[in-house]
């Protein structure tokens, strides 16, 4: 269980800086997820 435990905690602090990366991507490539959505319509 404490291992479980231990997992758990450092999938959510991963998950915490994934989401940190994500927003500085999205600052920097936002216009590519935008000109990808244009052109699946």
Request: net charge negative.
């Amino acid at each position: 269980m404490y291992v479980l435990h231990v997992a758990k905690t450092l999938n959510f602090v991963e998950y915490l800086n994934f989401k940190e990366v994500l927003q500085q991507m999205d600052l920097t490539f936002g216009w590519f997820e935008q000109g990808a959505l244009l052109e699946n319509l």
